[in-house]
């Protein structure tokens, strides 16, 4: 079997050879394609971080085993490792956090025990990427949630759980602020819910999951999250199992998949053969079962669980009263005890059965859709102007140019509504939203939009348009606050 391996940048090399080192001590059988991929590959000139051939393995091997990867700052060029995942449609990123004998935490002192799974939706939502600045003082961010982007990793996380006989899984979001894109999200949640009525299936607003999870984490089993506040939530779930050198990740799709420490390349400590490769080694431990090879990851593991029992600890961690050893002889213990179990949570010994990873040969783009609700019309519009006047003049003129068709109904300044009814006390930028609705919400056509796009050009300029679409009687677009 052979695997794409991207050893990446800062700490990275360091790392994989101490993992790579650790699998060949116990003999896995695996080959390894070494791919040029990281921040060094961006300063060749590859814009996108990676060669076109290291592309053409990936694609072809299935699998990438990488090391983490800079992101050069402030050159417009966008992160390789958000690149990789998306452009592989890697879409669910799970991340196991597992209290380790060994790794003192405040939770292990306390003899509470953590056993969480996030799941991170990883293709969509702010990390996009798309971002424009309408005005000087204005920047925008678009923030996607699909509804098939939002099965595959609900999907994916249901399934999961079920499998690993896991008994609840809640669904973290923020909903009742972002009603339609977070909302969507948990519509789909519970859809999908209905298919697992064995699992306990709930959901908390982000915030309070977030105190929940630092007071009582031992309630929480499978959770799954939008990007971002997956992001966030993962990292801080890092933290209540000993910090990010305990925290692996997996980026699943369906023909490709990353294995990846969800740390990053530390530069702080890069070069000096002090960092922990636990991280990384937990990541290719994941891929091993991925693979089917179940008796080297149980091997592998069972021998890392009791290097950490037995006090053995890099820098970041573990006893200071006890010397710290570096990255080489950390991986050093791991592999002279080989073949040791440890005393808690020792991993069963299952028996190899290696996985080839289908190779896909895709002839075209799969378009992900669900299926078409039928009667959809346009309603209306909101107009992004850019105005300094105040919400009256601006009203005032787009009334002028408003016509028999459409009606003015709003007028907000970032989501706060400032007109027919607003406070004077409501800080303004130089970017409107003026709503247009039709007269009686009877359908219109982009050709209508187009003449009031005409008539309003003579007072403003727009910055952009987004159309008011009705689902049957669902209106899919948000009210202003205070509308
Ligand atoms: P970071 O995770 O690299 O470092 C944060 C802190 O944790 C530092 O003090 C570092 O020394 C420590 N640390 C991280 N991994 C460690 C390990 N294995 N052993 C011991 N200590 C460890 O995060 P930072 O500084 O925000 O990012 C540095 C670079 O890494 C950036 O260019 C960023 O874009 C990139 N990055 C890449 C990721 C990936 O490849 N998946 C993920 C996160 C960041």
Redesign the pocket.
């Known amino acids: 079997m052979k695997i794409a391996v991207a050893k ?1 940048d ?2 990275g090399p360091e ?1 994989m050879e101490a993992v790579l080192n650790i699998f060949k001590a116990n003999q896995v059988r695996l080959e390894y394609e070494f791919v040029d991929m990281g921040k060094w590959v961006f300063d060749k000139g590859y814009s996108n971080g990676m060669t076109p051939e290291a592309q053409q393995s990936i694609e072809s091997l299935g699998i990438l085993f990488k090391g ?4 050069p700052k402030g050159k417009g060029v966008k ?1 390789v ?1 958000v690149t990789a995942r998306k452009t592989w449609n890697t879409y669910a990123n799970k991340r196991v956090f597992q209290t380790l004998h060994g790794v003192d935490t405040v939770f292990s002192k306390a003899g509470i025990p953590i056993d969480i799974t996030i799941v991170r939706e990883n293709i969509e939502d702010t990390y996009g990427g798309i971002e424009h600045m309408p005005t000087h003082d204005v920047a925008l961010s678009r923030r996607f949630i699909t509804r098939p982007g939002s099965l595959q990793v609900i999907k994916y996380a249901f399934e999961m759980a079920s499998k690993n006989g896991s008994k609840r899984i809640t669904c973290g979001h923020k909903a009742n602020i972002m009603k339609i894109t977070d909302g969507l999200f948990l519509e789909v949640f519970y859809e999908v819910a209905k298919e697992y009525p064995h699992l306990k299936a709930d959901d908390v607003i982000v915030d309070d999951l977030c105190m929940k999870l630092v007071s009582r984490p031992q309630e929480f089993d499978v959770v799954v999250l939008t990007n971002l506040q997956g992001d966030i939530v993962s990292d801080l779930c890092a933290g209540l199992v000993g910090g ?2 305990f925290a692996p990740s997996a980026n699943i799709g369906d023909h490709i998949c990353i294995f ?10 890069a070069g000096k053969n002090i ?3 636990t ?1 990384l080694l937990l990541s290719g431990i994941a891929m091993l079962r991925h693979l089917g090879l179940m008796e080297n990851a149980a091997t592998i593991e069972n021998s890392l669980l009791y290097t950490l029992e037995s006090g053995v600890h ?1 820098g ?1 961690f573990g006893d200071k009263a006890k010397a710290s050893v570096n990255t080489t002889e950390f991986a050093n213990a791991i592999i002279n005890n080989l073949g040791k179990v440890p005393e808690h949570g020792a991993r069963p010994m299952l028996p190899n059965k290696p996985v080839t990873p289908t190779i896909f040969k895709l002839e075209e783009n799969p378009m992900i859709m669900s299926k078409d609700p039928g009667n959809d019309m346009i309603i209306g519009v909101d107009m992004f102007i850019e105005s300094s006047e105040q919400p009256n003049v601006v009203a005032e003129k787009c009334l002028l140019r408003t016509g028999d068709l459409f009606r003015l109904v709003t007028v907000s300044n970032r989501g706060t509504q400032v007109w027919p009814k607003g406070s004077v006390f409501t800080n303004m930028v130089n970017q409107y939203c003026a709503r247009f609705e039709s007269v009686g919400n009877i359908e219109v056509t982009q050709t209508d939009i187009l003449e009031l796009y005409r008539r309003l050009m003579a007072d403003f300029k727009i910055c952009s348009t987004e159309l008011l679409n009705m689902w049957g009687d669902k209106k899919a677009y948000s009210l202003a606050q205070g509308q």
Request: net charge negative; aromatic share 0%; charged share 15%.
């Open positions: 990446g800062g700490i790392i983490p990867m800079e992101t992160s490792n990010l050198g990846e420490a969800v740390h990053g390349t530390a530069p702080d400590i960092a922990n490769p991280a890099t970041d």
